[in-house]
């Protein structure tokens, strides 16, 4: 099975938190609570989170200073952040929110349904590029212990193994490809679905070459 994704919900006040738990409890992955920014900052020193929702209006660092600090760390700068508000001050305000690095902003109350979909979208991208992480490190594992092999048949060994991998993360690849048609359909700023799906394909294709030139 694999290891559930966590999802950092962020906001000053208790009963929000209860409520963002009781809605993406049936996605089944591990919910985080930050009670404020500086918490949410804490951390993010030492876990790795899918997404991240994020309250604007909290006493200290307002949602838009923490996404400030979480955009300039290396570690955490390309976590998707969800902004939450209660105010909505039109059009200004929401372009402040997607220029502090958010990829969506919705105003409270808000649909359910809706924050679950756009939240079950990021975490099952995670997921998949989890598995991508997998794979490359296997695929390289694999080469090391090929070169240090002293059988004459490696290199036939190496070409079915290195094939065998790679079909598997040219599924992913695909996955992620319908995970970002996924994301469009339910309204989700799918630039950087899109980026993650430029840079995969680019990185298979140069590979995919590698194998058959070696084959």
Same mark, same amino acid.
């Given at each position: 099975?694999?290891?559930?994704?966590?999802?950092?919900?962020?906001?000053?006040?208790?009963?929000?938190?209860?409520?963002?738990?009781?809605?993406?409890?049936?996605?089944?992955?591990?919910?985080?609570?930050?009670?404020?920014?500086?918490?949410?900052?804490?951390?993010?020193?030492?876990?790795?989170?899918?997404?991240?929702?994020?309250?604007?209006?909290?006493?200290?660092?307002?949602?838009?200073?923490?996404?400030?600090?979480?955009?300039?760390?290396?570690?955490?700068?390309?976590?998707?952040?969800?902004?939450?508000?209660?105010?909505?001050?039109?059009?200004?305000?929401?372009?402040?929110?997607?220029?502090?690095?958010?990829?969506?902003?919705?105003?409270k109350p808000?649909?359910?349904?809706?924050?679950?979909?756009?939240? %079950?979208?990021?975490? !099952?991208?995670?997921?998949?590029? $989890? @598995?991508?992480? *997998?794979?490359? #490190?296997? /695929? &390289?594992?694999?080469?090391?212990?090929? %070169?240090?092999?002293? !059988?004459?048949?490696?290199?036939? $060994? @190496?070409?079915? *193994?290195?094939? #065998?991998? /790679? &079909?598997?993360?040219?599924?992913?690849?695909?996955?992620?490809?319908?995970?970002?048609?996924?994301?469009?359909?339910?309204?989700?700023?799918?630039?950087? /679905? &899109?980026?993650?799906?430029?840079?995969?394909?680019?990185?298979?294709?140069?590979?995919?070459?590698a194998i058959?030139?070696?084959?």
């Open positions: 099975m694999a290891d559930r994704a966590k999802i950092l919900l962020v906001d000053d006040r208790p009963e929000n938190l209860t409520a963002l738990e009781a809605v993406l409890g049936a996605l089944d992955q591990t919910l985080v609570r930050a009670g404020s920014g500086e918490e949410a900052l804490k951390a993010l020193l030492t876990d790795e989170f899918a997404v991240i929702l994020l309250d604007v209006q909290m006493p200290g660092l307002d949602g838009f200073e923490t996404a400030a600090h979480i955009k300039r760390r290396e570690r955490t700068k390309d976590i998707p952040i969800i902004f939450l508000t209660a105010v909505s001050n039109g059009p200004h305000h929401t372009f402040r929110g997607y220029a502090a690095g958010a990829v969506d902003y919705l105003s808000f649909d359910p349904w809706i924050l679950r979909a756009k939240v %079950s979208v990021f975490v !099952e991208l995670h997921r998949k590029n $989890q @598995l991508l992480k *997998e794979q490359a #490190a296997l /695929l &390289a594992h694999r080469l090391v212990d090929a %070169s240090e092999a002293p !059988e004459a048949d490696n290199g036939s $060994q @190496l070409v079915a *193994e290195l094939s #065998a991998r /790679l &079909a598997a993360v040219e599924e992913h690849a695909r996955t992620l490809e319908k995970l970002a048609g996924d994301a469009e359909r339910e309204s989700v700023p799918r630039e950087e /679905l &899109a980026t993650t799906v430029d840079v995969l394909s680019t990185r298979l294709s140069r590979l995919r070459s058959d030139a070696l084959a």
